[in-house]
């Protein structure tokens, strides 16, 4: 279990770093101490398994307190400063969790949450205890402390942590996410990415991002050190991953656009990396093979997955030398099935295909469950072919010389002018238009349920004359696929998970 090997890993490693933030390096035995005595509280409140809130972003106590939760048999549940009022309160609620762990020197608008509910008991450090409790009299705090209590044991299929994804009716859905599901992901990606006791992992995703998961659990059940980066230091990582000597990185392919423009993926510019993956959005085959250029001695993946299967499932291995084909559609291919996994493509009758473009379905030991309290859409998208689980993931691809091509969202597919357009394949003629850095396609008006016509939002390096766009664009696709708008933006809104943020783009219509 999870549980027992973070255990293992503070008594295995103990004089070994764990974490590096604010400045500040950790050891593993220092981390085991607040996580054991967060367990113990957990269990001193409660004794039973339990989603338990993480209020925190990137403190020492918020990482330790993550792991007390994990070794007490319960799950964890964070929250994102980010995210509007609303939507935290709804997470606690749909959580229905009754224990909140808060570092209030780790999250904004915290006293706005706490304000909003009553009654609930809060773990915190001991130094926030007395200010806590004088101020925020409508709940009970407990000081993070060993009690005479024993952990619970947890079981392959009870939950690690419990993430919310965006809902279609407004309200968040929860995934939970077993000890056998993650430990599928880690032993698959350990045998990859070959994480040791001396790597250096980047953390560069908010706690809320199932990408997040990647680094944090590669390095604690295998004795290396995590580094949390500011969010200063995400815009430009490069000279922090090289005077740290950072072996490990996940990028969300949006950051390279931002790497890019700042003109940071010149020639071996990233000598100590070992590995870095891309996951959470199409990955443009041009700037690929730039970080392959800037970062020669890493193994370089195309990652992809779902929340609903624990991170990513499938695959692609790349290199500097790696030959686009015209049926990448200029995306990196996302590849093959991780061990344990399987990925096929169906029909809109759910009949799996072996041809053509179909929707992604996945199976195996990384899938979960459902969505918590929520048969109906769990029922809509969690279905049985031949008496085995699937997940419907909405994502359309196909297959090309044996490996999975990513080919977007299949409600990215829009009807123009009597025509169905896919939104990506736009997006993907702009990316490679050499003064265009980041692009998103949106149709118009907004709110629509039949569209006029296209929007293109683009960042450039130099002025470009709208003209010119359309007549490069005009020679690659059809009149009707053509952007009638261009949006010039200083920068591209990204959201809390590094992506290109196409609800506030939508305002913009």
């Given at each position: 279990?999870?549980s027992?090997?973070?255990?293992?890993?503070?008594?295995?490693?103990?004089?070994?770093?764990a974490?590096?933030?604010?400045?500040?390096?950790?050891?593993?035995?220092?981390?085991?101490?607040?996580?054991?005595?967060?367990?113990?509280?957990?269990?001193?409140?409660?004794?039973?398994?339990?989603?338990?809130i993480?209020?925190?972003?990137?403190?020492?106590?918020?990482?330790?307190?993550?792991?007390?939760?994990?070794?007490?048999?319960s799950?964890?549940?964070?929250?994102?400063?980010?995210?509007?009022?609303?939507?935290?309160?709804n997470?606690?609620?749909?959580?229905?969790?009754?224990i909140?762990?808060?570092?209030?020197?780790?999250f904004?608008g915290?006293?706005?949450i706490?304000?909003?509910?009553?009654?609930?008991?809060?773990?915190?450090?001991?130094?926030?205890?007395?200010?806590?409790?004088?101020?925020?009299?409508?709940?009970?705090?407990?000081?993070?402390?060993?009690?005479?209590?024993?952990?619970?044991?947890?079981e392959?299929?009870?939950?690690?942590?419990?993430?919310?994804t965006?809902?279609?009716?407004?309200?968040?859905?929860?995934?939970?996410?077993?000890?056998?599901?993650?430990?599928n992901?880690?032993?698959?990606?350990?045998?990859?990415?070959?994480?040791?006791?001396?790597?250096?992992?980047?953390q560069?995703?908010?706690?809320?991002?199932?990408?997040?998961?990647?680094?944090?659990?590669?390095?604690?059940l295998?004795?290396?050190?995590?580094?949390?980066?500011?969010?200063?230091?995400?815009?430009?990582?490069?000279?922090?991953?090289?005077?740290?000597?950072?072996?490990?990185?996940?990028?969300?392919?949006?950051?390279?656009?931002?790497?890019?423009?700042?003109r940071?993926?010149?020639?071996?510019?990233?000598?100590?990396?070992?590995?870095?993956?891309?996951?959470?959005?199409?990955?443009?085959?041009?700037?690929?093979?730039?970080i392959?250029?800037?970062?020669?001695?890493?193994?370089?993946?195309?990652?992809?997955?779902?929340?609903?299967?624990?991170?990513?499932?499938?695959?692609?291995?790349?290199?500097?030398?790696?030959?686009?084909?015209?049926?990448?559609?200029?995306?990196?291919?996302?590849?093959?099935?991780?061990?344990?996994?399987?990925?096929?493509?169906?029909?809109?009758?759910?009949?799996?295909?072996?041809?053509?473009?179909?929707?992604?379905?996945?199976?195996?030991?990384?899938?979960?469950?459902?969505?918590?309290?929520?048969?109906?859409?769990?029922?809509?998208?969690?279905?049985?072919?031949?008496?085995?689980?699937?997940?419907?993931?909405?994502?359309?691809?196909?297959?090309?010389?044996?490996?999975?091509?990513f080919?977007?969202?299949n409600?990215?597919?829009?009807q123009?002018?009597?025509?169905?357009?896919?939104?990506?394949?736009?997006e993907?003629?702009?990316?490679?238009?050499?003064?265009?850095?980041?692009?998103?396609?949106?149709?118009?008006?907004?709110?629509?349920?039949?569209y006029?016509?296209?929007?293109?939002?683009?960042?450039?390096?130099?002025?470009?004359?709208?003209?010119?766009?359309?007549?490069?664009?005009?020679?690659?696709?059809?009149?009707y696929?053509?952007p009638?708008?261009?949006?010039?933006?200083?920068?591209?809104?990204?959201?809390?998970?590094?992506?290109?943020?196409?609800?506030?783009?939508?305002?913009?219509?």
């Amino acid at each position: 279990m999870i549980s027992d090997e973070i255990l293992n890993s503070f008594y295995n490693y103990s004089e070994n770093y764990a974490l590096y933030t604010d400045n500040q390096y950790y050891t593993y035995k220092e981390l085991g101490i607040i996580s054991n005595q967060t367990a113990h509280t957990i269990l001193h409140i409660n004794n039973k398994k339990q989603s338990v809130i993480l209020i925190g972003s990137k403190s020492f106590f918020t990482y330790a307190a993550m792991l007390g939760i994990i070794t007490a048999g319960s799950y964890y549940t964070p929250l994102n400063e980010i995210f509007p009022l609303e939507r935290n309160i709804n997470i606690i609620k749909l959580s229905k969790a009754k224990i909140l762990i808060l570092d209030y020197t780790d999250f904004s608008g915290y006293e706005e949450i706490l304000n909003n509910i009553n009654g609930y008991s809060i773990i915190c450090p001991d130094e926030h205890y007395e200010f806590l409790t004088n101020k925020f009299t409508n709940h009970t705090f407990y000081k993070a402390q060993n009690y005479n209590n024993n952990l619970l044991k947890a079981e392959k299929n009870d939950a690690v942590y419990m993430l919310f994804t965006s809902g279609s009716t407004g309200i968040p859905k929860g995934i939970k996410i077993s000890h056998e599901n993650l430990s599928n992901y880690c032993n698959v990606s350990k045998k990859r990415n070959n994480v040791e006791s001396s790597s250096k992992l980047l953390q560069m995703h908010d706690i809320t991002f199932d990408y997040s998961v990647h680094n944090i659990f590669l390095s604690f059940l295998y004795g290396a050190c995590l580094h949390i980066i500011n969010k200063n230091i995400k815009i430009n990582p490069f000279k922090y991953m090289n005077e740290h000597q950072i072996t490990h990185a996940a990028f969300v392919p949006s950051s390279l656009l931002i790497m890019k423009k700042m003109r940071l993926l010149k020639e071996n510019s990233l000598p100590y990396l070992k590995y870095v993956c891309f996951c959470g959005e199409t990955l443009p085959f041009d700037n690929a093979l730039l970080i392959a250029k800037a970062a020669p001695n890493a193994k370089l993946e195309n990652i992809y997955g779902p929340t609903e299967a624990t991170v990513a499932c499938t695959y692609f291995e790349f290199n500097a030398d790696t030959k686009e084909l015209p049926e990448y559609h200029g995306s990196m291919p996302i590849g093959k099935a991780y061990d344990g996994m399987e990925v096929f493509l169906v029909d809109n009758n759910k009949n799996i295909i072996d041809n053509g473009i179909g929707q992604i379905v996945l199976s195996g030991k990384q899938l979960s469950k459902g969505y918590v309290n929520n048969q109906e859409q769990t029922k809509e998208k969690f279905i049985q072919i031949n008496n085995k689980d699937y997940y419907l993931t909405g994502d359309l691809g196909t297959w090309v010389n044996g490996e999975l091509v990513f080919l977007g969202r299949n409600d990215a597919q829009v009807q123009i002018k009597g025509y169905r357009v896919e939104l990506y394949e736009i997006e993907n003629a702009l990316s490679k238009i050499d003064n265009i850095i980041s692009c998103a396609v949106l149709p118009a008006p907004a709110d629509a349920v039949t569209y006029e016509s296209l929007t293109a939002f683009i960042t450039v390096k130099n002025s470009i004359d709208n003209n010119e766009i359309k007549i490069i664009l005009s020679q690659k696709l059809p009149d009707y696929m053509l952007p009638n708008k261009y949006i010039v933006l200083d920068n591209m809104p990204l959201n809390a998970n590094g992506k290109i943020d196409k609800i506030q783009l939508k305002k913009l219509l």
